[in-house]
């Protein structure tokens, strides 16, 4: 008759506890084969769900994980998703292009100032797109996605009028009596001539300055202008903050490891 399970494991108790108290040495093997068993459970078992639930969603879908989009990854060539690598890099040569449109427009002022402040990431403008394309990428084209990048950046221009003191030299005339004797009578006479001299004067000028802006919003920011839903706003959210900071390049490497493969039956 097969003993029962609870006697079985009373004995298992009693066996270990008495291994323990006899031989600590035993105790120190067994805790560390506990140990080893936990941090097996933990890879087996555990960290493939960490990984699946903070791995970017598009990897996934590429995967196969998620196959309401295989058919979409089947289609989607490498340079649709390679688009976004670029798009921040054109964007700030755009951007740089507009400011200098800018400084010609406003030549005639008499001072410039510009502020630059251009800090875009592929992650930031990939993470909302894909959430408003519904992931999918078929048809996207990089014009359509610096259209859309563009919500990333504020330029603006505007003048304002400031005044400035002006140090200048001029000629000064003025007029001076001096002494002088007379050939004839040589009596001492005063006469009045006229003299030069270069002062220094200054004076107050009204001018123009143009000033002319560049600025690169917040995630936030364009994320919480897209009328997103709850859930929409979640999953944008958790793939930039997965994804920001990271090199795209490598996960085109991954990209093109798995599309390598035949999509899941």
């Not at 921040?88 to 010609?104: C, D, G, I, Y």
């Not at 006229?194 to 300055?209: A, C, D, G, Q, Y």
Request: hydrophobic share 40%; aromatic share 12%.
């Amino acid at each position: 008759m097969a003993l029962p399970l609870g006697a079985i494991a009373s004995s298992i108790v009693k066996k270990l506890t008495f291994d323990v108290l006899t031989d600590p040495e035993k105790g120190v093997k067994y805790i560390s084969y506990a140990f080893l068993g936990l941090c097996l459970f933990i890879l087996i078992f555990v960290m493939p769900v960490v990984l699946l639930v903070n791995i970017p969603f598009i990897i996934l879908h590429t995967i196969g994980i998620n196959p309401q989009y295989d058919e979409y990854i089947n289609k989607l060539p490498r340079e649709k998703l390679a688009i976004y690598s670029v798009v921040p890099e054109k964007l700030n040569k755009l951007a740089m292009e507009w400011v200098r449109e800018q400084e010609s427009s406003y030549s005639y002022c008499d001072d410039i100032v510009v502020s630059f402040n251009f800090s875009l990431d592929w992650s930031e403008i990939l993470s909302i797109d894909a959430v408003k394309r519904k992931q999918y990428f078929n048809d996207v084209t990089e014009s359509e996605v610096l259209d859309f990048a563009e919500m990333f950046v504020s330029k603006s221009v505007s003048t304002e009028k400031y005044t400035e003191v002006m140090i200048y030299e001029e000629e000064e005339y003025y007029e001076e009596d001096e002494e002088y004797t007379d050939p004839v009578t040589k009596e001492t006479k005063t006469t009045t001539v006229t003299k030069s001299r270069i002062v220094t004067k200054t004076k107050t000028v009204e001018k123009l300055r143009a000033l002319i802006s560049v600025n690169t919003l917040s995630f936030g920011d364009v994320i919480g202008n897209m009328n997103f839903s709850s859930q929409d706003y979640d999953i944008a959210t958790k793939f930039y903050n997965s994804t920001k900071g990271l090199n795209l390049e490598d996960i085109l490497k991954i990209y093109d490891e798995v599309t390598a493969k035949p999509l899941p039956q």
